[in-house]
Structures are given as structure tokens and as C-alpha cells.
């Protein structure tokens, strides 16, 4: 395809990711729950496979004050690549607000194009009555090195009018977000449902029903041959007590596993050393996305609010295998 419908099917792709990264809780607990709170070298490594080939993913957490998550997609068959960080900062009114700081980039080897993809702001909804969700709010851009740029508005349900989980989005050249004759694409629908994009004389050109779409399954190793340091093994017995609604035993586990973790930062700082990222690097600068943040209104990097710039590091994932880690062979047996 063209570099302008390349752009609009990056845009169709990350409006078809949002349900499952903002919904998927909600949908299999029944109501959004409070996470566990991730620690300092933390991974989640999986990989999906269909017919696109093997889809690898890991996660790991580079930061802990502030938390921050760095996490790298790609698939190698079609030359597709997915890395960035994030980090959030709550707030509290009547609700609870989060702002999400970081970015992700988006590379497609064949075009050698590149899209920043920024990061939506968040609030939940249906507190007071006990049934609580994410909704998404506000804008996000992704900004393509082809030139195109695409703005999403999110919109909930308010008091009189409007529809959970909505949203809007247009597409332009660079440069032309204010002119309304240089809109070249239109999408408009619900996040969690369906959405519709439309050229600029009205014909539809890409539907899509989240409901309707099959979903390849994550695959992650089983739990007894993964790293201490990976996610499910790490906070098992915390998931098992949560699961058998023991609280005791669930403040137990997960007190076990931070009175751990302050005494290794407390012994990092009296031997001035630093936690050893597995699988990301910090960078002093990144020029790409330097340059694409300046097709977004207030857009930077935000440096002071993410520990730093966090890049994924080919060499030392090629290199990565467990124990990931001299502490991984200390946790053979459990976080005590």
C-alpha cells in the first residue's frame, strides 16, 4: 500500500489494541482490579503464534522509582518491530486519574518507517457502584516518519449523554492537524466494540468488530521452568492466596517479596552499584522520536518523570537466557 494507507492501517491496528490492553481485567474478573505493583527486574516474557508467523514479547521493569515498564514486540517473519516505556502518575478527585508518561515506536523494516505512538490518559469509572472500568480520555497521536499523523479523541459516558468507551480520530499530513480540508481519513466507534474509518468523501474503507475478531492466545513457559524473576512465577503465591480469598495469607506473600526487594536496593546503595537491566539499555538521547514529538501540541519525552530514556538492547537479548540473573539463583525456592 501507499505510505497514506500504510499510515491509516497503523492507526486501525492501535485503535483494535485498545481493548485488550485497557479492557481485558475487566472483561475476565467481571470489574477492573488493583494491580500488584511491580518490582525492580521484573519480566514477563511470551510469544504468540498464528499463521503471521511467531510474535515474541518482553516486558521488564527498568525502574522503581518512578515505576516505570519498558517492553519490546516484534515478529522477525514480517519484519515488524514495537518498543517503548511507560510509567503513570495518579491523581484523585472524585475518581481516580491517571496520566500515562512514555511512548512507544513502531518500525516496519520493509518501509523503513517509523510511528511514535503516545500514550492516552485514563480515568475509572464506576466506583460508587462497585462495578469499576477503565475509560479512556482526552488524545493520543501517532506520528508516522512518512509524514502522516493521526489524532484520537476518547470520550465515556456522562451523566446525560454520551457512550462508554468512544472515540474519534482523524488523519492528516503533518503540519495540517487544523486545517479540516486535509483530513484524508476519519475513524469513529467504540474502542471496546466496533469503529469505522472512512476516507474524506465518506466511502468506508476499514470496519472492524472487537468482538467478532479471533485472538491468538499469549504463550508464556510454564511456571516451574520460568525465571524467579518472571511475573508469574515471582507473585505465584500471591496469586494463589488472592485466588483461595486468604487476605492474610495475600499481605503475607506480597510482604515477603518487597521486604526483599528493599534490602537488595538498601545493599545497592551502600555498595554504589545500580540493578542490572536484563534485557533494556538507558540512552542519553533519542533524535527520532525528538523529531516526531514535534507534530504533537506539548509533546516531549518527559525525561524527569521516566527515570530516563529506555531503549531495548539487541545485543544483550541475544545474549539473555536464564537465570537472568545471580539473584534468579537465589530465589530458586521462593522469595524467603
Same mark, same amino acid.
Given at each position: 500500500?501507499?505510505?497514506?494507507? *500504510?499510515?491509516?492501517?497503523?492507526?486501525?491496528?492501535?485503535?483494535?489494541?485498545?481493548?485488550?490492553?485497557?479492557?481485558?481485567?475487566?472483561?475476565?474478573?467481571?470489574?477492573?482490579?488493583?494491580?500488584?505493583?511491580?518490582?525492580?527486574? /521484573?519480566?514477563?516474557?511470551?510469544?504468540?503464534?498464528?499463521?503471521?508467523?511467531?510474535?515474541?514479547?518482553?516486558?521488564?521493569?527498568?525502574? #522503581? @522509582?518512578?515505576?516505570?515498564?519498558?517492553?519490546?514486540?516484534?515478529?522477525?517473519? @514480517?519484519?515488524?518491530?514495537?518498543?517503548?516505556?511507560? +510509567?503513570?502518575?495518579?491523581?484523585?478527585?472524585?475518581?481516580?486519574?491517571?496520566?500515562?508518561?512514555? @511512548?512507544?515506536?513502531? #518500525?516496519?523494516?520493509?518501509?523503513?518507517?517509523?510511528?511514535?505512538?503516545?500514550?492516552?490518559?485514563? #480515568?475509572?469509572?464506576?466506583?460508587?457502584?462497585?462495578?469499576?472500568?477503565?475509560?479512556?480520555?482526552?488524545?493520543?497521536?501517532?506520528?508516522?516518519?512518512?509524514?502522516?499523523?493521526? *489524532?484520537?479523541?476518547?470520550?465515556?459516558?456522562?451523566?446525560?449523554?454520551?457512550?462508554?468507551?468512544?472515540?474519534?480520530?482523524?488523519?492528516?499530513?503533518?503540519?495540517?492537524?487544523?486545517?479540516? #480540508?486535509?483530513?484524508?481519513?476519519? +475513524?469513529?466507534? &467504540?474502542?471496546?466494540?466496533?469503529?469505522?474509518?472512512?476516507?474524506?468523501?465518506?466511502?468506508?474503507? /476499514?470496519?472492524? @468488530?472487537?468482538?467478532?475478531? %479471533?485472538?491468538?492466545?499469549?504463550?508464556?513457559?510454564?511456571?516451574?521452568?520460568?525465571? %524467579?524473576?518472571?511475573?508469574?512465577? &515471582?507473585?505465584?503465591?500471591? &496469586?494463589?492466596?488472592?485466588?483461595?480469598?486468604?487476605?492474610?495469607?495475600?499481605?503475607?506473600?506480597?510482604?515477603?517479596?518487597?521486604? *526483599?526487594?528493599? +534490602?537488595?536496593?538498601?545493599?545497592?546503595? &551502600?555498595?554504589?552499584?545500580?540493578?542490572?537491566? *536484563?534485557?533494556?539499555?538507558?540512552?542519553?538521547?533519542?533524535?527520532?522520536?525528538?523529531?516526531?514529538?514535534?507534530?504533537?501540541?506539548?509533546?516531549?519525552?518527559?525525561?524527569?518523570?521516566?527515570?530516563?530514556?529506555?531503549?531495548?538492547?539487541?545485543?544483550?537479548?541475544?545474549?539473555?537466557? %536464564?537465570?537472568?540473573?545471580?539473584?534468579?539463583?537465589?530465589?530458586?525456592?521462593?522469595?524467603?
Amino acid at each position: 500500500p501507499d505510505p497514506q494507507k *500504510r499510515a491509516m492501517l497503523v492507526l486501525k491496528w492501535f485503535l483494535s489494541t485498545l481493548k485488550q490492553q485497557y479492557a481485558s481485567r475487566n472483561e475476565k474478573l467481571g470489574s477492573e482490579k488493583k494491580p500488584l505493583n511491580p518490582f525492580l527486574g /521484573e519480566l514477563f516474557l511470551g510469544k504468540w503464534e498464528d499463521a503471521e508467523g511467531e510474535t515474541q514479547l518482553v516486558s521488564e521493569q527498568v525502574s #522503581h @522509582h518512578p515505576p516505570v515498564t519498558a517492553y519490546s514486540i516484534w515478529n522477525n517473519k @514480517h519484519g515488524v518491530r514495537l518498543q517503548g516505556y511507560n +510509567a503513570q502518575k495518579a491523581s484523585f478527585s472524585r475518581t481516580i486519574h491517571v496520566k500515562q508518561v512514555g @511512548h512507544a515506536v513502531l #518500525h516496519l523494516d520493509k518501509y523503513d518507517e517509523d510511528y511514535l505512538i503516545t500514550l492516552p490518559a485514563l #480515568h475509572i469509572e464506576g466506583l460508587i457502584t462497585g462495578s469499576p472500568y477503565v475509560e479512556l480520555n482526552k488524545c493520543s497521536y501517532i506520528v508516522g516518519s512518512n509524514g502522516y499523523t493521526s *489524532r484520537i479523541d476518547y470520550s465515556g459516558k456522562g451523566w446525560v449523554s454520551g457512550t462508554k468507551n468512544s472515540l474519534t480520530a482523524i488523519m492528516y499530513p503533518q503540519g495540517k492537524e487544523k486545517d479540516k #480540508h486535509a483530513v484524508i481519513y476519519n +475513524a469513529e466507534g &467504540a474502542w471496546t466494540d466496533n469503529f469505522t474509518i472512512k476516507d474524506a468523501k465518506k466511502n468506508t474503507v /476499514e470496519t472492524y @468488530h472487537a468482538k467478532k475478531e %479471533p485472538k491468538t492466545t499469549l504463550k508464556v513457559a510454564p511456571i516451574e521452568e520460568q525465571d %524467579p524473576l518472571e511475573s508469574r512465577r &515471582a507473585w505465584k503465591r500471591v &496469586a494463589d492466596a488472592i485466588l483461595m480469598g486468604d487476605m492474610n495469607a495475600t499481605a503475607g506473600e506480597k510482604t515477603v517479596i518487597e521486604e *526483599r526487594q528493599r +534490602a537488595l536496593r538498601k545493599k545497592e546503595t &551502600a555498595d554504589k552499584q545500580e540493578w542490572e537491566r *536484563r534485557f533494556f539499555t538507558k540512552a542519553d538521547k533519542l533524535p527520532l522520536c525528538e523529531k516526531l514529538f514535534r507534530d504533537v501540541p506539548g509533546g516531549s519525552l518527559e525525561v524527569d518523570q521516566t527515570g530516563g530514556i529506555w531503549v531495548f538492547d539487541q545485543e544483550k537479548a541475544k545474549n539473555a537466557k %536464564p537465570p537472568f540473573s545471580a539473584l534468579s539463583e537465589e530465589l530458586k525456592n521462593g522469595w524467603k
